[in-house]
């Protein structure tokens, strides 16, 4: 090895020292050439490019017959006696500088922290952007991430986390969408293990009871977390489909109650938006849905237990519709959490009642606690009216959380007025208890 080789050599090992490898990156390579080996190949193609640069850049100094002299090290400046302050260091503010870099007014400005009124829901949540799953703790701080897929599209269309569940030991039903394909996954996180598995049994796959691609809706847990429904609709009409879970996931191995499905006399105009799944009384229950069509209420779905823990319909069964009186004007959007008025000898099912409506009317959307207490939303929270397919609405411990998952955003709503808006993207939000 010649004297420039072994000067290039020591110079190039120097360099290298003083890298410091990401410490998740052999972790990105190796999603990305599971993903697409085409971008790991020009990725390493640009790595050599600028290896290529790099030696360039190193080699110039370091020959000696090309006219370039040696420089020694510069001597160190002197520190201003009176300051201490390196006179010449570039790095003092410059007043003529500052003058001529002032930032355009009209321009962007540069970020300055966390965003007034973000704030944090008192409970554990897990949320959905995108293709992003991430779990949450009662501070905000992400306890779990999990990533579909790329290929295809893959998009988390619905949430739902199994009654009962913990941060410790957590289970939620996924729907997802890719190419026009529902899917149900099971996100599992067990001692800060997580994994999100595909179900391949077509019985437990949305939309497989149906011809075509119907509309499905859901899921949504039984409060015992015993099983899971959706309702699907299409131009054989609407069904509500149930299947059975125990802590293995889908399928209790009981035909009675592992895969029963239930016609629905809907309009076939009208889509629903299943919300829940509460007890109304003893053996009775109640699945709630509004529809995308935003009328001035809400449906009930009514469904009973059998003393086999079989889901039945009553004879004559019949959707109910439950119109939303007290404060407040304008479509019903969304809903949450129950408050069971009294009876008074009749139907308890016909009397249990949302704790919130979200409302949107002339003045705006609005959160409207029955039957009095009305909450303005912030001003694009929710897409115009016609477009508010996308609203929801959830309880998280004592606070009302409002979101769009067309715009990614929510809200946080308590009494008397909106708290702030949840840290995002967030299109689903399901708490976790």
Do not use: C, K
């Not at 237990?305 to 939303?324: K, L, N, T």
């Not at 304008?330 to 308890?348: I, M, N």
């Not at 067309?406 to 007025?417: D, K, L, M, T």
């Amino acid at each position: 090895m010649d004297p420039l080789e072994e000067r290039l050599s020591r110079s190039l090992e120097e360099r290298a020292g003083d890298v410091e490898p990401t410490p998740a990156l052999w972790q990105r390579v190796d999603r990305r050439i599971a993903r697409r080996r085409r971008a790991v190949v020009l990725g390493w193609v640009g790595a050599t490019a600028a290896a290529v640069l790099v030696g360039l850049a190193v080699i110039p100094p370091l020959l000696p017959d090309v006219g370039v002299p040696e420089v020694a090290d510069a001597p160190d400046v002197a520190e201003d006696p009176d300051t201490g302050e390196d006179p010449d260091d570039s790095s003092a503010p410059d007043d003529d500088a500052d003058a001529d870099t002032d930032p355009d007014p009209d321009g962007p400005s540069s970020p300055a922290g966390e965003a007034p009124g973000v704030v944090t829901v008192p409970e554990p949540v897990l949320t959905a952007a995108g293709n992003e799953l991430r779990v949450l703790d009662a501070d905000g701080e992400e306890v779990a991430h999990l990533e579909l897929p790329e290929e295809g599209g893959s998009t988390v269309r619905e949430i739902a986390v199994r009654p009962g569940s913990t941060l410790e030991d957590l289970t939620a039903a996924v729907f997802t969408t890719a190419e026009g394909m529902e899917d149900l996954r099971v996100l599992r996180l067990v001692d800060g293990a997580a994994s999100l598995e595909v179900v391949e049994d077509d019985r437990y796959r949305p939309g497989a009871t149906g011809a075509g691609q119907p509309w499905v809706s859901g899921p949504v847990w039984a409060p015992d977390g015993t099983s899971l429904a959706w309702v699907e609709q299409d131009a054989g009409g609407s069904r509500l489909h149930t299947i059975g879970w125990d802590d293995d996931g889908p399928g209790t191995g009981e035909p009675a109650t592992d895969n029963a499905t239930f016609a629905l006399e809907t309009d076939p105009d009208d889509d629903l938006v299943l919300v829940d799944w509460v007890e109304a009384s003893p053996d009775s229950y109640v699945l709630r849905a509004v529809t995308r069509e935003r009328g001035e209420g809400w449906v009930h779905l009514p469904l009973t237990r059998q003393a086999d823990g079989a889901w039945a319909q009553e004879p004559g069964a019949e959707v109910r519709s439950m119109p939303a009186t007290g404060a407040g004007e304008g479509p019903v959007l969304a809903l949450a959490g129950t408050s069971l008025a009294d009876a008074d000898g009749g139907d308890a099912t016909e009397q249990l009642s949302p704790a919130w409506v979200v409302r949107s009317g002339s003045e705006g959307p609005v959160a409207v606690r029955l039957p009095d207490t009305v909450v303005p939303l912030p001003e694009g929270l929710l897409v115009p009216e016609a477009d508010a397919s996308g609203a929801w609405a959830v309880l998280v411990g004592e606070e009302l959380v409002v979101g769009d998952r067309e715009v990614a955003q929510a809200a946080v709503v308590g009494v008397p007025g909106t708290r702030g808006l949840l840290e995002g993207p967030v299109e689903r939000l399901a708490p976790i208890r």
